[in-house]
């Protein structure tokens, strides 16, 4: 099949007005119809963010991938824009895999990775992968400008482009594969065509990876941030429970020296569906990701109803007096706020109390009194699918989701001080939920699929009482 950006709009427009929209997004980027995966290509433009995506839109499944793309002034309306790149060219024909966009001078330049087998696709010898540039002066039209990094001898995969300018020069990380080994190469152009390569700039030792996808690399304080997402790190306790993860490293690194790791590799997002975040930087210098609200193979009932995947909300990043990544909402999530409904309860004592009907695009902000309650659960409930929980035994914060109809069962937690208050801000959405936990100190987004009718949203307390200084919720526009 040969494909074109004019046969994928014609696709998209009929798919579209045949979507069921039980769980499509509220307030989050998601397609049109089709599958998405990556953000890619995060830029600000022209007055403009954009956000390009990995893109199926001949199927709810994953396929040769086109570049979706949509535009937003403030991070949380997008507004559609044309697929941006096919899979055209001989050097992307199986896929216009993940990459990145800067602004050189007046252009909007797209580095991103083409995919392509010479030969059966079956055998991944065949597997070829490439660093390609599209360009364009109005920020909605690409032209295509062919590979300007090949792929290295004896290396198949090799992908995922971030492109950044330093000093007086650009310079570009690809995701690697050696061996067993996973890695992040680095690249250095004075114009985004001719690329000189500069070594591997860190690479897994065991148990780190056989592969870095979608590495990122930037400033934050006064440390530098290699973030990227390793396939192949095995669970460990609590840890890395998900099917691949998406984490940073930590260390230093200046034009021409080594990357001096300063730390262990941590996650950033601790709920089961986050995966291949991208940064990018704000006209006024905050550093924002946003990720895929979604996990490799793990089941997307919206299937069923034409469409697949979505993007996270935008999170600002900063570096903690103890050098650890925190994550925040952007500041513009608060812009889509429309009424505040303050919730009258205090102390729950061994008891549920229902507190809202159909949460669908809220904001619900909670500040438990963790000293003042003794209950072994408290926390919040929606419908019979979603509970958000302190657990005192365990000393954890728990996210548990419970779809058997979906296949979808199991928690995530991370760590509490149990006699520390505890303030929650909990973004729901049709079909995804996304916890900030002591503003900034963890998150965990996960994707929940509620029956009709199983959107009321309860506190509870059980064996014990637990005690609210604040609550309610915001109605999200
Ligand atoms: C990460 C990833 C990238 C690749 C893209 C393909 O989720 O596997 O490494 O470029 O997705 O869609």
Redesign the pocket.
């Known amino acids: 099949m040969t494909y074109s950006i004019a046969d994928a709009e014609q696709e998209l427009k009929v798919k579209h007005d045949a979507l069921n929209l039980r769980w499509y997004p509220r307030y989050h980027l998601a397609a049109r119809a089709g599958w998405i995966?990556?953000p890619n290509g995060l830029v600000w433009f022209d007055g403009w963010y954009h956000a390009f995506y990995?893109h199926h839109p001949y199927s709810t499944q994953?396929g040769p991938?086109h570049w979706g793309h949509a535009r937003s002034q403030d991070l949380v309306h997008w507004e559609h824009l044309p697929v941006a790149i096919a899979p055209e060219g001989p050097e992307d024909k199986d896929?216009c895999?993940?990459g990145s966009a800067v602004v050189d001078g007046d252009t909007l330049a797209l580095i991103y990775?083409g995919h392509k087998f010479h030969g059966d696709a079956d055998n991944e010898e065949n597997l070829y992968q490439v660093q390609c540039l599209a360009t364009s002066r109005d920020g909605i039209h690409f032209e295509r400008q062919g590979i300007v990094v090949d792929t290295p001898p004896g290396v198949h995969h090799f992908?995922?482009p971030k492109v950044w300018r330093e000093g007086e020069s650009w310079y570009m990380i690809v995701?690697a594969r050696a061996g067993e080994t996973g890695q992040v190469r680095l690249y250095r152009s004075a114009d985004l065509r001719q690329w000189q390569e500069e070594g591997v700039l860190d690479e897994a030792e065991a148990g780190m990876g056989f592969m870095w996808?979608?590495p990122d690399f930037f400033t934050l304080g006064d440390k530098r941030v290699l973030m990227f997402?390793p396939q192949g790190m095995a669970a460990h306790g609590f840890k890395n429970r998900n099917l691949f993860q998406s984490g940073y490293l930590l260390g230093d690194w200046q034009p021409g020296q080594q990357f001096v790791r300063a730390g262990e590799f941590i996650e950033l997002d601790h709920g089961h569906d986050f995966?291949?975040p991208q940064s990018f930087l704000t006209p006024d210098g905050r550093r924002i990701v946003i990720g895929?609200l979604d996990m490799?193979e793990s089941p997307l009932p919206e299937q069923q109803d034409g469409w697949a995947g979505m993007l996270s909300l935008p999170r600002e990043l900063s570096l903690s007096a103890d050098n650890r990544v925190e994550m925040r909402p952007a500041k513009e999530v608060e812009s889509l706020r429309q009424g505040w409904y303050p919730w009258p309860v205090s102390t729950l004592n061994n008891q549920q109390i229902g507190v809202a009907e159909n949460a669908e695009a809220m904001e619900v902000v909670l500040n438990w009194k963790g000293a003042e309650s003794t209950a072994e659960q408290y926390g919040l409930s929606l419908g019979d699918g979603l509970r958000i929980y302190v657990d005192a035994q365990m000393q954890r914060l728990v996210l548990e989701r419970h779809y058997p109809q979906h296949g979808l069962c199991g928690t995530r937690s991370v760590p509490l001080t149990l006699d520390h208050d505890l303030h929650l801000r909990v973004f729901i959405d049709s079909s995804s939920v996304e916890l900030f936990v002591n503003d900034g100190e963890a998150c965990l987004s996960s994707r929940i699929y509620p029956d009709a009718g199983q959107r009321d949203l309860r506190l509870f307390a059980w064996s014990g009482s637990a005690s609210l200084s604040d609550g309610g919720a915001w109605q999200l526009e």
């Open positions: 995966n990556d990995q994953w991938m896929g895999f993940s990775t992908r995922d995701g996808e979608c997402s995966y291949a895929w490799w």
